[in-house]
């Protein structure tokens, strides 16, 4: 079972206008967020406990496979209950039975949501040792969940977890170092680093934050761009648009609009509004792709539909013929009915 925890990143906008490039303002993509309790935390790196669901899986199990774990991957949850009980008797020491059970019991599926019942799987899972299960109780530790809420418990979980290889532990670690009364930016870069190095996809572009601020770790643009890159390649959307920025300017690597709109409309497909937005200029300047109003004015709704407004490209929008701006709206409806 792999969590992916996100960071709430400000993302540095660069306004494609006319007369070329012009930094613009910081936005933060919504979503839950922990307040730090050092308000010099710099934007970019608030930790966003949010674990991400797991991906579904069609293809054929071998007959090697966790027969649990694949019913759960393709959404058959009580199966994947029925099954991991199944070991659990034969095994009452099945630590990846036990986190199974609890995840179930956490997001409710087939069964009625406890998350106090979700946390004492995950507490029997940790006390045998298991990295997944003790770093779901931290998580739960951290928020309050299932148990009462308890940082000092919840780090010396992350501790264990970490300790045999986790990348989410490692990942948060590197979260409280900075978020701690004595902000620890050269610890968090090395937590971060060991994160990245174990395939979380947050340590790298946490990573890649520090490298590009120059914060724990000298400024490297050539490093931020090569963490960076990392990350977008997992699809965090955030790291898809910082690193379409990088490859854009030419910062950290060389220049190049193409490959920067590819990773920009990945993102913006995924509905990220800096990304609609950023293809919508794209579009209309003929940047890193064919000139083409029509796909400029429909990301350029689709961003403005989710909150982020942009004068110029409503500008361009109030000089669409009757038939442009009928075509911007069957492409519009075409892209949400996706």
Do not use: C
Request: aromatic share 8%; no cysteine; proline share 4%.
């Amino acid at each position: 079972m792999r969590y992916r925890h996100s960071l709430a990143l400000g993302v540095v906008l660069w306004v494609l206008g006319p007369g070329g490039l012009a930094q613009a303002q910081m936005l933060v993509p919504g979503g839950p967020q922990l307040t730090p309790a050092n308000p010099a935390l710099p934007a970019g790196l608030l930790p966003l406990f949010q674990p991400q669901r797991l991906p579904t899986d069609t293809t054929p199990a071998r007959p090697d496979a966790d027969i649990a774990y694949g019913a759960y991957q393709r959404g058959y949850y009580l199966t994947a209950l029925q099954e991991a009980t199944k070991r659990l008797d034969k095994n009452k020491d099945d630590t990846a039975a036990m986190t199974l059970v609890g995840e179930i019991y956490k997001d409710g599926f087939s069964v009625r949501r406890s998350l106090t019942e979700a946390a004492r799987w995950y507490k029997l899972a940790a006390d045998r040792g298991d990295r997944q299960g003790a770093f779901a109780l931290a998580i739960a530790a951290l928020q309050g969940e299932g148990v009462p809420q308890d940082k000092a418990l919840a780090k010396s979980l992350l501790v264990k977890a970490a300790a045999a290889g986790h990348g989410g532990a490692l990942y948060n670690l590197g979260i409280i170092a900075i978020d701690a009364e004595i902000q620890d930016f050269q610890g968090a870069a090395a937590y971060f680093r060991a994160s990245a190095e174990a395939g979380n996809a947050d340590g790298a572009y946490s990573l890649a934050i520090l490298y590009r601020e120059g914060q724990g770790v000298p400024r490297d643009m050539t490093q931020a761009a090569l963490w960076m890159k990392r990350a977008a390649d997992e699809h965090i959307a955030a790291a898809e648009v910082e690193y379409g920025i990088m490859l854009f300017n030419g910062e950290g690597q060389a220049k190049d609009e193409a490959a920067a709109a590819r990773y920009f409309l990945r993102a913006a497909t995924r509905n990220n509004p800096v990304a609609m937005n950023r293809m919508a200029r794209l579009y209309a300047a003929g940047r890193g792709v064919p000139k083409n109003i029509i796909e400029s004015m429909k990301w350029h709704i689709l961003a403005r539909t989710v909150g982020l407004k942009d004068d110029w490209l409503d500008s361009q929008m109030n000089g669409l013929s009757a038939r442009e701006k009928a075509e911007v709206e069957e492409a519009v409806r075409q892209f949400v009915g996706q």
